[in-house]
């Protein structure tokens, strides 16, 4: 059974805008969320990371807002660039002490058009 | 400062036969995990070492085995490779805080095909 869903495989979005993946989750031990970003063939890129005791962290274009009542999490991007586009994952830890084991959604591939 | 290293990059086995992928953490970096990438499964966890123990494992069969050595190095071994084996091996180092809440840093990844 997924612990980590992203329920949206992809999403296109136009140069500009707002990008928004969504992400949700089942176990209530996870304590850390992060979001990675990943080319084909390359290792996954850590982007911005948020612990359970916030709501939101901010870096850059780069938001992560966390609801833990609904058990889910956002990764906002504004405004949106072609660079962007890739396959990001988001990842939880914190399963009871299962430190060095993150938990993957299987992506959401992201298309930023010019 | 260097980040995580991976070799080889691409490997091309047979059925039956064993590999073994190295991983360079970070320098300062304890810790390390291992993840089998497929299309199908996505990123899955395989185990992970910190100071030279197996610290967690996921759920992969025997075959699947690591090691650490004493600089933090890993190595991962699968022995008697399937073809169902063939996948992207990724590396991730941390600094192996027992208190968690910790960024993982992953490497390029080693390709492995098994024909």
């Known amino acids: 059974d997924q612990q980590v869903k992203q329920n949206s495989p992809s999403l296109s979005v136009q140069e500009g805008r707002i990008s928004i993946l969504n992400c949700d989750y089942t176990?209530?031990?996870?304590?850390?969320f992060l979001w990675y970003k990943k080319y084909p063939a390359e290792g996954p890129t850590f982007l911005i990371s948020?612990?359970?005791?916030?709501d939101k962290n901010e870096d850059g274009r780069f938001t992560v807002f966390l609801n833990k009542s609904a058990k889910h999490l956002s990764l906002h991007i504004v405004p949106s660039q072609p660079g962007d586009s890739a396959v990001y994952f988001c990842a939880a830890s914190g399963n009871g002490g299962s430190q060095g084991n993150l938990i993957f959604g299987k992506g959401t591939k992201l298309s930023v058009k010019p | 400062k260097a980040g995580v290293t991976q070799t080889p990059r691409y490997l091309i086995k047979t059925r039956g036969q064993q590999v073994t992928l190295s991983c360079s953490p970070i320098s300062g970096h304890r810790s390390v995990s291992w993840y089998q990438q497929t299309p199908g499964q996505g990123l899955q966890f395989l185990f992970e070492?910190?100071?030279?123990?197996?610290?967690n494992k996921g759920n992969f069969p025997g075959r699947f085995s690591g090691r650490q050595f004493s600089n933090s190095r890993s190595e991962m071994n699968v022995s008697t490779l399937e073809l169902g084996d063939s996948a992207l091996y990724l590396c991730a180092s941390s600094l192996g805080s027992l208190a968690g809440k910790e960024t993982q840093y992953f490497g390029p990844g080693t390709r492995l095909l098994v024909l």
């Open positions: 176990n209530s031990m996870f304590d850390y």
């Open positions: 070492y910190f100071s030279e123990t197996q610290r």
């Open positions: 948020i612990s359970s005791i916030k």
